[in-house]
């Protein structure tokens, strides 16, 4: 891989990481399948104690999650490492926002939630592009608000 | 330099500057030794003192006291950055920071410094890489409020 090669790969997986932050906050999950996680992929939250496996377990349980309520989550200054031709490693801040209706089930934990942490993960790349093979993601600070 | 090394360099630089972020908010003084200050480092608060802090230990020292027991979350957006050599280079970050006094999270009551800024900066290449050579941050704005 010549300099511009590794160039173009930062690149790709910055424009990857972005289609992760439109799927989740448009609810496009199809999305979210398509284009975003390898088959194979693991998401880790330990704030939530969860580690869900494999992209349709993955999916479906960030979409239950996700279901009536808004977010918004914005990622800055990635720190992208390749560590082959086919596979990296990143590091994200991240900033999040989440709006939950009354009818909520979480609605007790938070009406309007602020969020700051960062996603370290890494990526693969497949025939069809570069894809998210992992995500953990810690947290710097959450303060849940309730909205009168 | 050709233009690829030239990106090259640029993203290197981003790479540097979000590292001086995760190193801040996590409070990663070893990263700053290793990985993203020239040893004769400067940084100058423009808002609360207008001679800078000189040499790598005494900005580490001031970040230490500055955030022992605190939380922090500084994200860098918008970077401008322009070679000056193949050695040396300058940059413009805006910025945006929070500071939480006291307590978690989840606490009412905790004090919240809520900034924004710019980063101007100049960097240097050494053997192992590009480093941060000086920095001085000014001030938009610095809002001060209590988490209800």
Same mark, same amino acid.
């Given at each position: 891989?010549?300099?511009?090669?590794?160039?173009?790969?930062?690149?790709?997986?910055?424009?990857?990481?972005?289609?992760?932050?439109?799927?989740?906050?448009?609810?496009?999950?199809?999305?979210?399948?398509?284009?975003?996680?390898?088959?194979?992929?693991?998401?880790?939250?330990?704030?939530?104690?969860?580690?869900?496996?494999?992209?349709?377990?993955?999916?479906?349980?960030?979409?239950?999650?996700?279901?009536?309520?808004?977010?918004?989550?914005?990622?800055?200054?990635?720190?992208?490492?390749?560590?082959?031709?086919?596979?990296?490693?990143?590091?994200?801040?991240?900033?999040?926002?989440?709006?939950?209706?009354?009818?909520?089930?979480?609605?007790?934990?938070?009406?309007?939630?602020?969020?700051?942490?960062?996603?370290?993960?890494?990526?693969?790349?497949?025939?069809?592009?570069?894809?998210?093979?992992?995500?953990?993601?810690?947290?710097?600070?959450?303060?849940?608000?309730?909205?009168? | 330099?050709?233009?690829?090394?030239?990106?090259?360099?640029?993203?290197?630089?981003?790479?540097?500057?979000?590292?001086?972020?995760?190193?801040?908010?996590?409070?990663?003084?070893?990263?700053?030794?290793?990985?993203?200050?020239?040893?004769?480092?400067?940084?100058?608060?423009?808002?609360?003192?207008?001679?800078?802090?000189?040499? =790598? %230990?005494?900005?580490?020292?001031?970040? #230490?006291? +500055?955030? *022992?027991?605190?939380?922090? &979350?500084? /994200? !860098?957006?918008?970077?401008?950055?322009?070679?000056?050599?193949?050695?040396?280079?300058?940059?413009?970050?805006? =910025? %945006?920071?929070?500071?939480?006094?006291? #307590?978690? +999270?989840? *606490?009412?009551?905790?004090? &919240?410094? /809520? !900034?924004?800024?710019?980063?101007?900066?100049?960097?240097?290449?050494?053997?192992?890489?590009?480093?941060?050579?000086?920095?001085?941050?000014?001030?938009?704005?610095?809002?001060?409020?209590?988490?209800?």
């Amino acid at each position: 891989m010549n300099e511009i090669e590794r160039l173009l790969a930062i690149e790709e997986i910055k424009q990857l990481k972005a289609k992760y932050f439109l799927g989740i906050d448009t609810h496009d999950w199809d999305l979210w399948r398509r284009e975003v996680w390898a088959p194979d992929a693991k998401l880790e939250v330990p704030e939530l104690g969860s580690c869900v496996e494999g992209r349709d377990t993955l999916v479906d349980w960030v979409m239950e999650r996700s279901a009536n309520q808004v977010s918004v989550h914005h990622g800055h200054m990635p720190i992208i490492e390749l560590t082959s031709d086919t596979t990296a490693k990143g590091l994200w801040a991240m900033e999040d926002r989440i709006y939950r209706p009354k009818d909520h089930p979480d609605y007790a934990d938070g009406a309007f939630i602020l969020g700051f942490g960062h996603y370290r993960e890494t990526y693969v790349k497949l025939d069809i592009g570069w894809r998210i093979a992992s995500t953990l993601l810690t947290r710097l600070r959450v303060t849940r608000h309730r909205i009168s | 330099m050709d233009a690829t090394q030239r990106l090259a360099a640029i993203e290197e630089i981003k790479r540097l500057k979000a590292k001086y972020f995760l190193g801040v908010d996590t409070q990663d003084w070893d990263l700053f030794r290793r990985e993203i200050f020239v040893e004769k480092t400067s940084f100058q608060l423009s808002e609360f003192r207008e001679e800078p802090y000189h040499g =790598m %230990e005494k900005v580490l020292a001031m970040f #230490g006291q +500055g955030l *022992a027991g605190k939380y922090s &979350v500084h /994200h !860098g957006h918008m970077p401008i950055i322009e070679l000056t050599s193949d050695t040396t280079a300058r940059g413009l970050w805006a =910025m %945006e920071d929070r500071i939480y006094l006291s #307590g978690d +999270g989840a *606490a009412q009551g905790t004090l &919240v410094l /809520h !900034g924004f800024g710019h980063y101007h900066e100049t960097y240097a290449k050494q053997a192992d890489g590009w480093r941060i050579e000086t920095i001085r941050l000014t001030r938009l704005r610095l809002e001060t409020r209590t988490i209800a």
